[in-house]
C-alpha cells in the first residue's frame, strides 16, 4: 500500500486536534497554548480570494497568543504558498515523512508484555513527555488535553511498575495511527519500541482497523528503519514554514 488514498493531512489532524481552531477563508487556525508545531500552525487546505490578506490574518492571530506564525505543507497545501512563503522569509523546518502499512496477514508478536488501555495513566504521561517535552513541564497540560482530544489507546511497557516505553493509537474508520512512540533512555535498544508498536497494531486489527500510518521526522533514521522493518513505506509527507 503507498497511502495515496489516504488523506493524511485529514487524519493526522483529526488525531491530535487543537483545543482550539479557527476557519479563515477555507484555512484552519490551529492553537494549543503553544504545545507542538502540529496543534500550533496553519492548515492551509483552500485557495483564499485573497493569499497576502490571508497569511496577514494568520500571522496577526499567532501574534495576538505570542506565538511565531507556523504553516503545515502537506498535500492538499494551497498551490504557490510554499513559495511565496520562502519569500516572505520563512524557514523550512522538520521535514515529516509519512509512513503507511497494510495489515494483513498473522500479526507480528511483541516481545515484550504490554499493558493498553483507554485513558492515559499520569505515569503514562510522565514516560512520554520525559522523551517529547519539548516545551517544559508547564506544557504537559496542555500536551495532555491534545492527546485526550479524542479516543484513544495508550500502550506502556513497565519496569518495577513504571512506564519506560509508551505509544498512543487512534482509530479513524478501518485506519489505524500511531503516534508518541517513547522509550525512556535507559530501557532503549532493548526492542521495547518494537513491542509497543506490534502491540499496538494487533489492537488495532482487533477492532477492525485494515491499514495503518504514522509520522516520523525525516532526519529520524533509526525510527524510520525501525518501521521500515515492520512493513511501514513511505507515503507523501510535509514540512513548517516558520517565520
Known amino acids: 500500500m503507498s497511502g495515496e488514498s489516504l488523506d493524511l493531512d485529514d487524519?493526522?489532524?483529526?488525531?491530535?486536534?487543537?483545543?482550539?481552531?479557527?476557519?479563515?477563508?477555507?484555512?484552519?487556525?490551529?492553537?494549543?497554548?503553544?504545545?507542538?508545531?502540529?496543534a500550533n500552525s496553519v492548515l492551509p487546505w483552500a485557495t483564499?480570494?485573497?493569499?497576502?490578506?490571508?497569511?496577514?490574518?494568520a500571522?496577526?492571530?499567532y501574534a495576538e497568543r505570542g506565538l511565531p506564525c507556523?504553516?503545515?505543507?502537506?498535500?492538499?497545501?494551497?498551490?504557490?504558498?510554499?513559495?511565496?512563503?520562502?519569500?516572505?522569509?520563512?524557514?523550512?523546518?522538520?521535514?515529516?515523512?509519512s509512513m503507511v502499512a497494510p495489515m494483513i496477514g498473522k500479526p507480528a508478536t511483541a516481545a515484550h508484555d504490554v499493558k493498553i488501555a483507554g485513558h492515559p495513566a499520569e505515569a503514562w504521561l510522565a514516560a512520554w513527555w520525559?522523551?517529547?517535552?519539548?516545551?517544559?513541564?508547564?506544557?504537559?497540560?496542555?500536551?495532555?488535553r491534545i492527546v485526550r482530544g479524542v479516543p484513544a489507546s495508550y500502550a506502556?511497557?513497565?519496569?518495577?511498575?513504571?512506564?519506560?516505553?509508551?505509544?498512543?493509537s487512534v482509530l479513524r474508520g478501518g485506519t489505524l495511527g500511531i503516534y508518541c512512540m517513547a522509550?525512556?533512555?535507559?530501557?532503549?535498544?532493548?526492542?521495547?519500541?518494537?513491542?509497543?508498536?506490534?502491540a499496538l497494531l494487533a489492537h488495532g486489527r482487533a477492532r477492525g482497523a485494515s491499514q495503518a500510518y504514522l509520522v516520523v521526522v525525516a532526519s529520524n533514521h533509526a525510527a524510520r528503519a525501525m518501521?521500515?522493518?515492520?512493513?511501514?513505506?513511505?507515503s507523501a509527507g510535509y514540512h513548517y514554514r516558520v517565520r
Open 227 to 234: 518501521y521500515a522493518s515492520e512493513g511501514f513505506t513511505p
Open 11 to 38: 487524519l493526522v489532524h483529526r488525531a491530535w486536534p487543537a483545543p482550539c481552531q479557527e476557519s479563515l477563508d477555507g484555512w484552519v487556525l490551529r492553537y494549543a497554548d503553544g504545545v507542538t508545531k502540529r
Open 156 to 168: 506502556a511497557v513497565e519496569r518495577d511498575g513504571a512506564p519506560v516505553a509508551v505509544g498512543r
Open 130 to 144: 520525559a522523551v517529547d517535552g519539548r516545551f517544559g513541564q508547564d506544557g504537559l497540560a496542555a500536551a495532555e
Open 48 to 57: 483564499p480570494d485573497d493569499l497576502d490578506n490571508a497569511v496577514d490574518a
Open 59 to 61: 500571522e496577526k492571530f
Open 70 to 97: 507556523v504553516f503545515s505543507m502537506g498535500p492538499r497545501a494551497t498551490p504557490g504558498l510554499d513559495e511565496m512563503l520562502a519569500a516572505r522569509g520563512y524557514r523550512l523546518v522538520d521535514e515529516t515523512v
Open 183 to 198: 522509550t525512556l533512555p535507559h530501557a532503549r535498544r532493548q526492542g521495547l519500541g518494537r513491542a509497543v508498536l506490534r
